[in-house]
Nanobody, 124 residues
Framework: QVQFVESGGGLVQPGGSLRLSCAAS????????IGWVRQAPGKEREGVGC????????YYVDSVKGRFTISRDNAKNTVYLQMNSLESEDTAVYYC?????????????????WGQGTQVTVSS
């Protein structure tokens, strides 16, 4: 059974930072990438970024480039989403997911299995 343990969401002021964590387990074969998407109220789910498990190559959508960073701890099967300079537009439920499909780039979001999500609220 595929499981994602997400943590780190919460309320933060504009300009602040949060770090989300995602531990993936239960894949019958090794996953090839872990990614993050988000869904704001009344909006469609959108990709945020991903990291390939092999070469560590990352991908970010334009709206978060330079502010968000994805890193990984292979020993813990955990991926982190460091979010800096947060804006109210970043308010959303953030979902962690993984795929076993070889992707290049890793941003084919439809190939992922997603977790339950964690709420991030940016507000003063």
């Amino acid at each position: 059974q595929v499981q994602f343990v997400e943590s780190g969401g919460g309320l933060v002021q504009p300009g602040g930072s949060l770090r989300l964590s995602c531990a993936a387990s239960g894949f019958s074969t090794d996953y090839t990438a872990i990614g993050w998407v988000r869904q704001a109220p009344g909006k469609e789910r959108e990709g945020v970024g991903c990291i390939s498990s092999g070469d560590g190559k990352t991908y970010y959508v334009d709206s978060v480039k330079g502010r968000f960073t994805i890193s990984r701890d292979n020993a813990k099967n955990t991926v982190y989403l460091q979010m800096n300079s947060l804006e109210s537009e970043d308010t959303a439920v953030y979902y962690c997911g993984a795929t076993t499909v070889p992707l290049d780039p890793c941003s084919s979001w439809w190939e992922y299995v997603w977790g339950q999500g964690t709420q991030v609220t940016v507000s003063s």
